[in-house]
């Protein structure tokens, strides 16, 4: 009775608060442990991700199980929910291996409470990547990229093509018998360029006006762009599983004229938003509106057959605070802005989906000597691509410092290998290959871009001496 008792009060939710706000502490670990070496606060979160992933795993964790499975493990449940037998949709997408294992996993006393906690987790996570997405938008200035014009266009075309076509042939080399679907989805996922990583180490040396700086922010923006088209080509060429041309027009069509018609009609539907909410005090009409656009957006991307990131970007884009000058209060220096209210919810989710990418990254594969040489050769595709990418550049920039502005993959390289492994695109040891060209241009990126204008700086001294 009395235990009867305690299940009747317990909070059914209480295992789920458990479970996320421990992961969000490993989070905040591997960020202050980031920071405190001087490194991007993305490597410190993924790497205690890997940590907790596998030995959490190894010591026999049930979550941590499930959750090194990604996305795939809630077919199961669905598989299960049409009719299947648990055991042989287990084994049928994960193999005699695994699938008798998280059978059990599901099956056992905590099943119920692992897979709560699980899906949490991951919808968290989902929530995180859109908010990440939605925060670059808001960072990117479209009228900067027109202003550094030409050069800015080229380094971008340049950003994405040379690191693809690099990547394209590092697979067929290295794994020839890599399928045509993979093999694109993973010289896609090198075309990606992290522009917060470069934006920090520019304006921490002062450099974020100069010639280069306003080139490699530019392109930079160009480059997420460009990324975004192309993973919704790619994406729609594994869903369907053929390349038909007409079909790759109508993606590339469908995915331009998404992001035009948000630029283009998007304005007006906030400002009526906005003036919707005139009555609301202005943090709560800021707050609100953002919100609301941002899912809707996202909603309607996936709705087109895109990814619902490219639905936030494009709200980034959009949304600014002179929407709201005509609420009251709109003139206070205390006023937040935008990015300044949506940053809390950023801070809290975004750290749990890099945790979730860790975790999945699994250190068995790399036991394999065909997957070290996978990454390996990822990792000189990616540095190779994005170097020859500063070629765009005029003769009077400096291209060694443009080409390794655009080095750094951090979080959008993770966002676009997150997609390929919920398209089950990727196997284990290719998503770990992939996190590894991640972390490794994402760490060396800072001291290279750092000795680049470092150099350049000399280079100018002594030739005005």
Do not use: C
């Amino acid at each position: 009775m009395a235990s009867a008792t305690a299940a009747f009060h317990g909070d059914p939710i209480a295992p789920v608060i458990l479970g996320v706000t421990s992961i969000l502490a490993f989070a905040v670990i591997g960020r202050v442990g980031a920071r405190k070496l001087g490194q991007p606060t993305v490597l410190g979160e993924l790497l205690m991700g890997i940590l907790l992933g596998n030995i959490a795993w190894y010591f026999g964790f049930d979550l941590i199980a499930v959750l090194r499975e990604g996305p795939r493990v809630f077919e199961v449940v669905n598989g299960v929910l049409a009719g299947g037998n648990m055991n042989e949709v287990a084994i049928s997408i994960f193999g005699a291996d695994k699938g008798p294992e998280l059978t059990e996993i599901m099956t056992g006393p905590q099943g119920g409470r692992v897979m709560q906690v699980a899906h949490a987790v991951d919808v968290f996570s989902r929530y995180g990547v859109i908010f990440l997405l939605f925060m670059v938008g808001l960072e990117t200035d479209l009228d900067e990229m027109k202003r550094v014009g030409v050069e800015s266009i080229r380094v971008a075309l340049l950003g994405v093509a040379a690191p693809v076509l690099f990547g394209f042939a590092a697979v067929i080399l290295m794994r020839p018998d890599m399928p045509l679907n993979a093999t694109l989805f993973i010289a896609a996922t090198l075309g990606a360029t992290s522009i917060g990583i470069t934006a920090h180490v520019l304006k921490e040396m002062g450099r974020s006006q100069s010639r280069e700086g306003r080139i490699v922010l530019g392109a930079a923006v160009g480059d997420d762009v460009l990324g975004l088209i192309l993973l919704a080509v790619v994406s729609g060429f594994v869903v369907s599983g053929s390349l038909d041309m007409s079909q790759l027009v109508t993606v590339v069509i469908v995915s331009t004229l998404f992001l035009v018609a948000a630029v283009m009609l998007g304005p007006a539907t906030v400002r009526v938003l906005a003036k919707v909410m005139r009555r609301l005090d202005i943090v709560e009409a800021k707050m609100f509106t953002s919100y609301l656009f941002v899912m809707v957006l996202a909603w309607m991307a996936n709705l087109a057959g895109l990814a619902t990131i490219i639905g936030a970007f494009a709200a980034g884009t959009v949304l600014h605070d002179g929407y709201f000058k005509e609420h009251s209060g709109a003139d206070d220096e205390r006023v937040v802005t935008i990015r300044e209210l949506i940053m809390p919810l950023e801070v809290i989710l975004v750290p749990i989906f890099f945790i979730l990418m860790g975790v999945q990254v699994k250190i068995e594969s790399f036991l394999s000597w065909p997957v070290v040489t996978l990454a390996a050769a990822l990792i000189a595709a990616a540095f190779v691509g994005k170097l020859v990418s500063g070629l765009g550049a005029g003769p009077l920039s400096d291209k060694w410092v443009i080409g390794v502005g655009m080095l750094p993959r951090g979080e959008v390289g993770l966002v676009f290998a997150a997609i390929g492994r919920t398209l089950g695109v990727f196997d284990d040891a290719i998503f770990g290959a992939i996190v590894a060209m991640v972390f490794v241009t994402t760490l060396a990126a800072p001291p290279l871009l750092k000795i680049a204008i470092n150099r350049q700086l000399q280079n100018t001294a002594n030739g005005q001496n």
